[in-house]
């Protein structure tokens, strides 16, 4: 470190990184705006490809953008046979794992894969936002033994995805669930996995590379992949009335409770209202367990309170995650595929971020405070 810089908080807490017009996160208001949007303004009321085109080219599609770039990325939901080959070789992997191996192979067939212009990003983020769902469905049919079923180019980004695991079209009420909840993780703020894209674009290296970046950030539980551990609490705890002897045993054994707790928000995160009501209409529409549904209302509620007697003051309020499991679980994906899932939606966020981190093309590169020794002598005689 250079003499005079003092060190950055630890986690880079509270830096401001990079400008950006994507999102922003208020912690302590519990507001998310995307793309000048609240997210309730959004969910529900948007398609997730309307929102990526909000992301990607700064306002919602007309009806004739819309249709164009629908059919575009309808066309690019096919799988080179490198992919599909990735995926067949990762079956027993987890499903993150998978898209990240199989991501990485995505611009075999792009005709410049190391161009950064505008055009080039824009359809690199087409191509990889249609594509992830192809592969994660592609690798849940593998894993299981089954073989792929190909995309079809007259369903949604959301219902396509749920024909090609389940092998049938999806109720429409099911597809808007899924499709909503990619909308609501689309883009949040500076994030470990959305920052990782932005270091690797700011290289001027290429769309592909920082979104496979993104996916390995993505991965880890303090990030994305918390909802599948979320539904084994669930299950674990089984009644609610065994809800707060479980979550103070694991207090006390040191563990986190999946599903609480954020570093920006010290509020109940507004995905969290928005996917809980998501999980209600689906147990209302009899297409999933009430009675999970119930007991997760009930958990959350002990868990609030547990939280708050054990670390006061720490204001850990239930996160995207926890509803996530439900939301999820409901369309009958299994709970090791929910991060891989995270990455579907959250995929056109990056490339948004990729596009925006080129047009800034600043080199994003920190210092770091040594803390090791000095002067070390070596010692040949060892
Ligand atoms: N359960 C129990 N204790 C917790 C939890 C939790 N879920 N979250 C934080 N704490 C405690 C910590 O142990 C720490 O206690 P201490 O001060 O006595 O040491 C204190 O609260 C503050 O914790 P930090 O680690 O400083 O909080 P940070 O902001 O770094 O962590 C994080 C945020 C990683 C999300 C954390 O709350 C956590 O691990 N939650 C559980 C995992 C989870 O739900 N992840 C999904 C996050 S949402 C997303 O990324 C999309």
New binding site residues.
């Given amino acids: 470190m250079s003499g005079s810089t003092a060190p950055a908080p630890r ?1 880079l807490d509270g830096v401001v990184a990079a400008a950006t017009r994507m999102s922003h996160v208020d912690g302590l208001a519990g507001q998310l705006i995307i793309g000048g949007y609240e997210l309730k303004e959004l969910a529900g009321r948007v398609s997730f490809e309307e929102t990526a085109h909000l992301l990607w080219r700064g306002h919602l599609p007309n009806a004739d953008e819309l249709a164009m770039m629908r059919t575009e990325m309808a066309t690019l939901r096919r799988l080179p046979s490198e992919a599909l080959s990735v995926i067949r070789a990762a079956a027993k992997a987890p499903p993150i794992d998978a898209l990240r191996m199989a991501c990485a192979t995505l611009s075999l067939d792009l005709s410049a894969p190391d161009a950064i212009s505008p055009a080039a990003d824009l359809a690199a983020a087409k191509m990889l936002t249609a594509r992830f769902p192809t592969i994660v469905a592609a690798h849940a049919r593998v894993s299981r033994g089954d073989n792929p079923i190909a995309p079809r180019e007259d369903l949604g980004l959301a219902a396509n995805f749920l024909y090609m695991v389940h092998g049938e079209a999806p109720d429409p009420i099911v597809a808007r669930a899924l499709d909503t909840y990619w909308v609501t993780v689309i883009d949040h703020g500076m ?1 470990a996995s959305t920052f990782a894209a932005r270091v690797i674009a700011s290289t001027r290296s290429d769309a592909v590379s920082a979104v496979t970046g993104a996916i390995g950030a993505l991965k880890g ?4 992949g ?1 909802p599948g551990p979320v539904l084994d609490m669930l299950v674990e705890i089984n009644t609610a009335d065994r809800a707060e002897a479980w979550l103070k045993k694991e ?1 006390q054994e040191g563990r ?8 920006v928000y010290k509020v109940r995160d507004p995905r969290a209202d928005v996917l809980a009501r998501v999980a209600e209409e689906m147990s209302g529409a009899a297409l999933h367990d009430r009675a999970l549904f119930d007991l997760a209302r009930a958990v959350e509620q002990t868990a609030l309170r547990v ?1 708050e007697e054990s ?1 006061p003051g ?1 204001n ?1 309020k239930t ?3 926890f509803y996530t499991a439900l939301v999820l679980q409901s369309l009958g994906l299994a709970p090791r595929s929910f991060v891989a899932m995270f990455a579907c939606g959250r995929v056109a966020g990056w490339c948004a971020h990729v596009i925006e981190q080129h047009a800034e093309d600043h080199l994003i590169r920190p210092q770091s405070e040594y803390v090791g020794p000095r002067g070390l002598v070596v010692d040949r005689s060892r």
Avoid: D, T, W, Y
Wanted: glycine content about 18%; charged content about 20%; proline content about 4%.
């Fill in positions: 986690g994030n539980p303090l990030h994305g918390a207090m986190r409770i999946m599903g609480f707790g954020h570093r939280l670390k720490r850990l996160n995207v995650e």
